[in-house]
């Protein structure tokens, strides 16, 4: 039996110390310039003592011109490496690996943050009552393709560079490798567009610039939803095929998600009222990928007890990744490893829109981040509505910032 404690060792010849990851969270942390600052430094380095053998950084953006939320990170072709140095140096400093996640968001930017968006195809985002803060993005080029997959390699090399150990490409949660692989959100008829293979060709060519660009050293990841959980979306049986090509195109591990911004059943927002109350809510659609999966799999989505991730990596994935019961106590995995139950409770809700209980209870973890990045205990004194509230203020803030120092064209 595989237990946590026992190490991985991944195709790109790197060994993950144990099998406990903590999944990305967007940390909102940016300092002026859309850079690392001493806020991710002190919280990575608190994760980092926490014990997870793996950290994966919040989405780090590969455009400045799209950016999910203001407080993102940007990393380009010309931005300072330093900060990012001492990142990488945080995100080490116990003895594991941390890989930066890059990401581009595609049509799922703030109206307030761009004047356009782009996407595979004129589908604007329907998140009901809440639609009209996205604009209805634009199709995109060849050209603007071509240009994407360049900026995926060029973050990833540079990631490489300042000395992180990996990087994962976001696929998952309705981004804009996600897009494009959903026959919803797609609708080209191009070489982009179309069945499987032609939707996917966006991910696989990112994969390889990232592999050529980066080398052989740097361990490749990818999200991808184990399901969109939308009728007509990319399914169960699309993850499984994708998961093969990923595996011929030299990805060393997948971590398996699932929903998007128009179907919550993640980021602590669950589809229905039992999504969240079941534990590792996407291990029966894992179970059913794992056994054709030539790759190791991260399963991430409401793990936070021990026996649970424990059950995980019983059930044949190979990591058990957690996200928000990191953020309420990032000492979990050191416990666990040394055989202690402790275990992460959830806040609650009685906001009864799902998009903004959603976008609340992600607002208590972000709170949570903040607090653990100026030293101070995971502990917020607010509930989810009054943390969403306070988020609203220090986006516009963030706002202020990102738009001095890149205007939307
Ligand atoms: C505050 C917050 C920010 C998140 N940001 C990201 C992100 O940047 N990239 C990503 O792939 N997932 C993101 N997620 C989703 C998590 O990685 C994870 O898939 C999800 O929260 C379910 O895992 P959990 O139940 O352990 O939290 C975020 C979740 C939270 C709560």
Known sequence: MTTLNEPLRLSNGSV??????????????????????????????????????????GHVMIDRRAVAQPGDVVLEHDTPLEPFRRWAEAGQSAGGQIWMQINHPGRVIPKDLTRTTWAPSEVPIDVGGLSGMYPTPRPMTTQDIEETVERFAVTARRAREAGFDGVEIHAAHGYLLSQFLSPLVN????????DLPNRARLLLD???AVRERAGRGLAVGVKLNSADFQRGGFDTDDARDVIKMLADAGVDLVELSGGSIESLATAGAPADGRTLAREAYFLTLAEQLLAASPLPLLLTGGIRRRVVAQQVIDSGVAVAGMATALAIDPTL??????????????????????????????????????????????KTPYSPAAALLLERLVRARRRRSYLKWHTPA
């Open 206 to 208: 990112v994969v390889s």
């Open 187 to 194: 609708r080209r008829d191009d070489r982009w567009g179309g």
């Open 333 to 378: 995995p050191r416990q666990w490893l040394a055989g202690h139950e402790a275990q992460a409770t959830l806040p609650r809700t009685r906001i009864r829109n799902k998009t903004l209980a959603a976008a609340a209870l992600q607002a208590v973890t972000s709170r949570r981040l903040a607090r653990l990045g100026r030293g101070k205990s995971s």
């Open 16 to 57: 993950l110390p144990n099998r406990i990851a903590k999944a990305a969270m967007e940390e909102l942390l940016a300092v002026p310039g859309q850079l690392p600052g001493d806020a991710l430094l002190t919280l990575y380095r608190r994760l980092a003592a926490g014990g997870a053998g793996l950290l994966i950084t």
